[in-house]
């Protein structure tokens, strides 16, 4: 097997973290389409969301450990195969409870690409160029949140809404095709760990345990969720709020994508050139003038293009900086586990996910300043886990010296 490059490796990665969002983001236009199709409710469209929100959470806490056991191309293989099972039951899906099914199917193996990608990049590279890498993974696998709804919303203007899941599944078997071809495997069998409930009892107990490992990755969980409350809150907010049709999602995503993409570029210029608290600062600098502006701006005017989405292109580039900082410091808390570490990492991500989609985002999408204060409210959570992190781990400090 010819071995990638450092380029070919971050687009690979890239595309195996895409079919998250475009599971999330190229089907939103589709929901009143869906709706009449399968003669649901809005609330039942709109918890298949939910259903693959859950599957993806409970899930990811295995997709690491697996790898840890099995090996991470072996892993990343046999989800490909599960996703594009799953993304077929959808196209043909005659009810909203199938629906509902084969949602849970996608959501359970979609994650494996994130957590897996992780620990890839870890398991070949350390200190500032694993931080380049992973910033460069962002930038390309940013243009996904973007391209999904803008096509989702063409697709299903031209064609049907089964035909989104068509394509997905099309690009589902090239993903396939070129892991099986050119993905290598960067977990020797020395370093697997045993795949027994002890071991896995242990190290969950081990992870999940640790109060510094929460903060870190509760850091990246609520800036995602301060973006994710307006995405899923996209198909009632853009045609009530925003007055815009199926087929112009992208006046929020193109922003939100933009937004991360560049963050992203940043964050690799500054990897290894800055301390990383310093970095974090600039990042959270961003993130709450973008929500405080926003939620100040609504107060007092009323949702308008472009004002409404502008701000969310300056939160999103803050978000970028402060992630891959995070994530790195969370994942050396258990370098001899890092696959199971990241698996915990994106749970918490995705359950924060799964509780926006199914109760806050419902209950603040009727009005954007809600939504507004819902995102302020996300990422001051995560500023104050952030310097409660840093303070325990100065506390930590004397005890392991002594």
Same mark, same amino acid.
């Given at each position: 097997?010819?071995?990638? =490059?450092? &380029? /070919?490796?971050? @687009? !690979?990665?890239? +595309? ?9 983001? *190229? ?81 359970? =193996?979609? &994650? /494996?690409?994130? @957590? !897996?990608?992780? +620990? ?9 160029? *694993? ?87 509760? @850091? !990246? ?12 809150? *996209? ?168």
């Amino acid at each position: 097997m010819r071995p990638l =490059s450092h &380029g /070919a490796l971050a @687009v !690979v990665l890239a +595309a195996l973290s895409m079919l998250g969002p475009f599971c999330i983001d *190229a089907y939103l236009p589709a929901f009143p389409e869906i709706q009449q199709s399968l003669g649901a409710t809005s609330i039942q469209v709109q918890q298949s969301l939910t259903a693959y929100m859950l599957a993806f959470a409970g899930m990811v806490l295995w997709h690491g450990a697996l790898s840890d056991a099995f090996g991470r191309r072996n892993v990343i293989l046999v989800s490909l195969v599960l996703f594009a099972i799953g993304t077929i039951g959808c196209a043909s899906a005659h009810s909203v409870q199938y629906l509902w099914f084969f949602r849970m199917l996608q959501g359970v =193996s979609a &994650g /494996a690409g994130v @957590v !897996v990608g992780r +620990a890839i990049i870890r398991d070949l590279y350390h200190d500032a160029e *694993a931080a380049r890498l992973l910033s460069l993974v962002t930038m390309i696998f940013s243009i996904a949140p973007a391209v999904a709804p803008i096509m989702g919303g063409v697709i299903v203007k031209y064609l049907d809404w089964r035909a989104i899941f068509l394509a997905l599944f099309a690009f589902s078997v090239i993903l396939f095709i070129v892991c099986w071809r050119r993905l290598p495997e960067t977990l020797p069998l020395h370093k697997r760990q045993p795949f027994n409930p002890r071991f896995l009892v242990g190290s969950y107990r081990q992870i999940l345990g640790s109060p510094l490992f929460h903060m870190k990755s509760l @850091v !990246v969980a609520l800036n995602f969720a301060g973006l994710f409350v307006y995405i899923t809150a *996209a198909p009632e907010m853009l045609p009530k709020q925003l007055h815009l049709g199926p087929d112009q999602f992208g006046w929020l995503f193109i922003p939100s994508v933009s937004g991360i993409f560049t963050g992203a570029l940043f964050a690799n210029r500054l990897a290894g050139k800055m301390a990383v608290e310093r970095q974090v600062a600039i990042g959270f600098a961003f993130l709450l003038g973008a929500a405080a502006v926003n939620a100040l701006w609504h107060t007092f005017m009323a949702p308008s293009i472009p004002w409404t989405v502008l701000p969310i292109f300056f939160y999103t580039f803050g978000m970028s900086i402060v992630s891959p900082a995070a994530t790195l410091m969370a994942l050396d808390l258990f370098p001899h586990i890092r696959g199971t570490v990241a698996s915990c990492q994106s749970f918490e991500t995705t359950l924060m996910g799964a509780i926006v989609a199914g109760l806050i985002a419902p209950a603040l999408s009727g009005s954007v300043l809600w939504l507004a204060l819902g995102q302020l409210a996300f990422t001051a959570c995560a500023l104050g886990l952030w310097l409660t992190a840093r303070r325990y781990r100065r506390m930590l400090a004397p005890q392991t010296i002594g």
